[in-house]
């Protein structure tokens, strides 16, 4: 393989969740790669669309028609099963730190849970603020542990004030800023071609350029994220009196799917729905009248 360049990362994209990575490489003194596919979007579009199988997922908004990286994106999403996205999705992801505690590395190892991972990487890949990291394990990244027993890798970019009527263009607008103080140049060029595997590693990205092929090559992997502008979708509430919210890639341990985020100690009110669904909602006077009305009864025995 003949290459062209070589850097620490390579970002496919200058969106929100490529620019984030971008500013966090720098900021540890590493080089990155940004590449920009975008053309123009109209406003209120969408970074990612969501189709009925897994074989057909639009990943990530990426069209590459090399077949190992097709193979490669399948693999990832092989389990996950149909995905639809909401209108909450569109939404810049925000979450509450207010009960949230520092892991010590030298401390037990906690219990690992698959069914979290996957349910973690499909919120990430209907997210326009997704992205897959080809390395599970990332040293910018300090662990945490929730209340609700989930292990996050967080990557502070830093702290803003977003504009409460258009959140996601404010932080793009932010993300923008930050990285051209850091003289991180955006490259233009017209699609990701194919990753580059040595030996069933990601060793780099090929992009299309109207001067012909791109080959970089990437030290500590590659960032495959949503797109940008498109993603400023404005209307999204936020906390009261939220002032500066953190800015911070958020990922899972052994996960290599993670989402951009703004996180506060404030607390979120947000509805619970409810976990009837508009068949259960009717209790009947007794244990057989109740399974004569539903469709889904189930009874198991365990432990006497």
């Known amino acids: 393989?003949?290459?062209?360049?070589?850097?620490?990362?390579?970002?496919?994209?200058?969106?929100?969740?490529?620019?984030?990575?971008?500013?966090?490489?720098?900021?540890?003194?590493?080089?990155?790669?940004?590449?920009?596919?975008?053309?123009?979007?109209?406003?209120?579009g969408t970074s990612v669309a969501v189709r009925a199988r897994v074989d057909r997922l639009h990943w990530l908004q990426v069209d590459v028609p090399d077949p190992e990286t097709s193979e490669y994106f399948a693999?990832?999403?092989s389990d996950l099963g149909p995905l639809t996205r909401s209108a909450r999705d569109s939404d810049l992801p925000i979450r509450s730190m207010d009960h949230v505690e520092r892991?010590?590395?030298?401390?037990?190892?906690?219990?690992?849970v698959g069914a979290r991972l996957r349910d973690w990487a499909a919120r990430c890949l209907v997210s326009p603020y997704g992205y897959l990291y080809t390395r599970v394990s990332d040293s910018r990244s300090t662990t945490l542990r929730t209340v609700?027993?989930?292990?996050?890798?967080?990557?502070?970019?830093?702290?803003?004030?977003?504009?409460?009527?258009?959140?996601?263009?404010?932080?793009?607008d932010w993300l923008t800023a930050e990285a051209e103080d850091r003289c991180i140049d955006?490259?233009?060029?017209?699609?990701?071609?194919?990753?580059?595997?040595?030996?069933g590693d990601v060793v780099g990205a090929v992009f299309t350029t109207p001067d012909g092929p791109?080959?970089?090559?990437?030290?500590?992997?590659?960032?495959?994220?949503?797109?940008g502008r498109q993603a400023a979708l404005p209307g999204q509430p936020l906390p009261a009196a939220?002032?500066?919210?953190?800015?911070?890639?958020?990922?899972?341990?052994?996960?290599r799917f993670g989402r951009l985020e703004l996180l506060t100690s404030e607390p979120l009110h947000r509805p619970?729905?409810?976990?009837?669904?508009?068949?259960?909602?009717?209790?009947?006077?007794?244990?057989?009248?109740?399974?004569?009305?539903?469709?889904?009864w189930r009874c198991r025995k365990g432990n006497g």
Not at 9 to 17: F, L, Q, R
Not at 214 to 227: Q, Y
């Open 148 to 172: 609700d027993g989930d292990t996050l890798e967080l990557a502070e970019i830093g702290s803003v004030t977003p504009d409460p009527a258009n959140v996601g263009g404010s932080i793009l």
């Open 186 to 199: 955006v490259h233009k060029v017209t699609s990701l071609q194919r990753i580059v595997f040595e030996e």
């Open 75 to 77: 693999a990832l999403s």
């Open 214 to 227: 791109l080959a970089l090559r990437a030290r500590h992997g590659v960032i495959v994220a949503s797109g």
């Open 1 to 44: 393989m003949n290459w062209d360049d070589e850097v620490d990362v390579v970002s496919t994209c200058a969106g929100i969740a490529g620019l984030a990575h971008a500013v966090a490489v720098v900021d540890n003194g590493g080089e990155v790669f940004v590449a920009d596919s975008r053309g123009d979007i109209e406003p209120g």
């Open 272 to 296: 619970v729905a409810s976990n009837c669904r508009a068949v259960n909602r009717r209790l009947h006077a007794s244990l057989h009248d109740t399974h004569s009305h539903l469709q889904t």
């Open 103 to 112: 892991v010590d590395p030298r401390g037990a190892v906690a219990p690992f």
């Open 242 to 255: 939220a002032g500066e919210l953190r800015v911070c890639l958020v990922g899972q341990t052994a996960s």
